[in-house]
C-alpha cells in the first residue's frame, strides 16, 4: 500500500477515528523502534557472556545442596 492511498483511506474517516489511527501509528512505532540497551551504570556480569555455555542436566534439591554447600 502506498502513502497516497492510506492518506486517500484516513481522510475520508471521522475527526476521532482519525485520531485512533495516530494512536495506533504511535503504538506501532514504539513497540517496533530499536531501544538501545541501558545500563545504568552498572557493569555487566561478566558470567553472562558464558550463560547456558554448559549443560548439566536437571537437578533435585539435595543435589544442589551437595554441590554448593558440599554436604
Do not use: C, R, T
Not at 502506498?2 to 512505532?29: G, N, R, T, Y
Not at 540497551?37 to 549443560?55: D, M, R, S, T, V
Amino acid at each position: 500500500m502506498h502513502d497516497m492511498e492510506i492518506q486517500e483511506k484516513i481522510s475520508e474517516l471521522p475527526a476521532h477515528l482519525k485520531q485512533e489511527v495516530v494512536d495506533f501509528v504511535e503504538f506501532l512505532l514504539n513497540k517496533y523502534a530499536v531501544k538501545p540497551k541501558i545500563n545504568h551504570g552498572q557493569k555487566e556480569n561478566p558470567l553472562l557472556a558464558i550463560a547456558g555455555f554448559a549443560e548439566i542436566g536437571p537437578m533435585s534439591s539435595q543435589e544442589i545442596d551437595k554441590d554448593v554447600y558440599n554436604l
